[in-house]
């Protein structure tokens, strides 16, 4: 983990700038869901159910799984 002057861990990447890239990233994934349930099942209602809770769900994994890896040092190049 990065260390800053006084000696507090810092994380590697700024929580505000996960969540940002979280948020855009899953905005993307919704939209992707919503035109492939479209498409498989042609009702624009239920493909944006299916678009809304998945991508909910995966938001919070996402975000989880980043941060998890933060703590991970195996095969960060300095």
């Known amino acids: ?3 800053s002057t006084d000696s507090t861990p810092r994380p590697f990447q700024a929580r505000k700038r996960a969540v940002i890239k979280t948020l855009g ?3 993307l994934m ?3 869901t919503v035109v492939v349930a479209w498409v498989v099942l042609g009702d624009v209602r239920t ?3 299916i678009g809304l809770v998945a991508n ?3 938001t ?3 975000y ?3 941060r998890l890896w ?3 040092a195996w095969g960060r190049l300095a």
């Open 30 to 32: 919704v939209a992707v």
């Open 70 to 72: 933060e703590h991970i």
């Open 64 to 66: 989880a799984y980043e």
């Open 1 to 3: 983990m990065a260390q």
């Open 56 to 58: 909910v769900v995966k």
């Open 47 to 49: 493909a944006i159910d």
């Open 60 to 62: 919070g994994t996402y």
């Open 25 to 27: 990233y899953r905005l």
